[in-house]
């Protein structure tokens, strides 16, 4: 009778840490992603849309968790922090505008682009221009304190001349005493659509890759967390939401934008 009790009792026990072990499974909390930036977009020209492009990133972040079905929240740190907050752990990604190079690609994973910030070619309305092939003989612009001519592949029969005063060189360009004007493809919309509607456009799409992006540690962890954000951010345009956040907070699509109205364009 001692013995059945015994035997009764241990099975008794071993049911207690099954249900146990298995309920503490059920309720374990899942993993949330943190991903910081910095809320002043420090060294990036937005032109007083920088809380416009706080409310895109928040949409956009939230939403690629949803239908990913998993959990982000946003974290702040300065600029000059968030490596390193990313490398301590604090951060399981940043945003950042740095461009994936070889050597970056190294230590860091990098997602798709979200939103494009690389140079454009301007030139006037009327130019046959598509690409900066077609700038061959022809005087384009650029910024004497730009790093851009570093980055574009430049054709050396480009005829590049500096300037110092951005409006004075739109103006160039749209009087006729420059052939084109090479910048960064955010400020070039912003004066096209202020200043030189119908007269000056943009070539699509930016020259460099440079653009915010989300950058993680080579990691499992991080790898998986690029991951799901290429796709959801796939899915978001596939569904048309992203456009509907680039409207809602008054960005617009620089991988596409022309200046150009649509019904001119077809």
């Not at 059920?26 to 977009?41: M, S």
């Not at 706080?54 to 600029?79: C, M, P």
Request: hydrophobic share 40%.
């Amino acid at each position: 009778m001692r013995r059945l009790i015994t035997s009764l009792l241990g099975i008794s026990l071993l049911l207690s840490v099954f249900l146990f072990t298995n309920g503490c499974e059920r309720v374990l909390p899942i993993r949330t992603y943190i991903i910081g930036r910095d809320r002043t977009w420090t060294a990036l020209n937005f032109l007083g849309k920088e809380t416009n492009m706080l409310g895109f990133t928040d949409d956009l972040i939230y939403s690629i968790a949803e239908v990913e079905d998993i959990n982000i929240d946003v974290g702040a740190s300065s600029r000059i922090a968030l490596v390193e907050n990313l490398q301590r752990g604090a951060f399981d990604a940043i945003i950042t505008f740095d461009a994936p190079t070889r050597r970056l690609r190294e230590r860091y994973e990098f997602s798709n682009s979200f939103f494009d910030l690389g140079p454009v070619l301007v030139v006037p309305i009327d130019s046959d221009a598509t690409s900066l092939e077609d700038m061959i003989g022809k005087v384009v612009g650029i910024h004497t304190r730009d790093q851009i001519i570093y980055d574009v592949n430049v054709i050396p029969e480009i005829i590049f001349t500096p300037f110092e005063n951005i409006l004075f060189a739109f103006r160039n360009v749209a009087e006729g005493h420059l052939d084109g004007l090479i910048m960064d493809a955010f400020p070039a919309r912003e004066y096209i659509e202020s200043f030189y509607k119908g007269r000056l456009k943009a070539i699509p799409p930016p020259l460099t890759d440079h653009g915010l992006r989300l950058m993680a540690l080579k990691t499992p962890a991080g790898i998986d967390l690029i991951n799901h954000f290429n796709d959801g951010l796939q899915k978001l345009k596939d569904n048309s939401d992203y456009k509907g956040f680039l409207e809602k907070w008054r960005l617009g699509d620089l991988s596409t934008y022309t200046g150009v109205p649509e019904e001119e364009a077809q």
